[in-house]
């Protein structure tokens, strides 16, 4: 089994960045597909941006495109969002989670999942 832990959330003005830090714990996080998910009140929880095992395929929501980086450090066992340029539509608790290797933006795909991490971006 796969562990997450979710840390780095925070307050930020609009136009700021926060680096998300996921940790995982487990011998298979290696082989596991790894994405970010963001759930905000009264709204659907939404698909963030995914990374592969091998970190070499990356893939992002529209929404977040061009600000948002997703990146892995197998030896750490980590997986981290950075995130720039931040709108208050940003805001919304942030989720790590871990899947096959052809998980995409289904929630469903994804039998692993952190507690979540607080983001809120003020005007």
């Known amino acids: 089994q796969v562990q997450l832990v979710e840390s780095g959330g925070g307050l930020v003005q609009a136009g700021g960045s926060l680096r998300l830090s996921c940790a995982a714990s487990?011998?298979?996080?290696?082989?596991?597909?790894m994405a970010w998910f963001r759930q905000a009140p009264g709204k659907e929880r939404e698909f963030v941006a995914r990374i592969t095992w091998n970190g070499l395929s990356t893939y992002y929501a529209d929404s977040v495109k061009g600000r948002f980086t997703i990146s892995r450090d197998n030896a750490k066992n980590t997986v981290y969002l950075q995130m720039n340029s931040l709108k208050p539509e940003d805001t919304a608790n942030y989720y790590c989670a871990g899947g096959h290797s052809l998980a995409l933006i289904k929630s469903d795909d994804y039998a692993y999942w952190g507690q979540g991490t607080q983001v809120t971006v003020s005007s």
């Open positions: 487990g011998r298979t996080f290696s082989s596991s597909t």
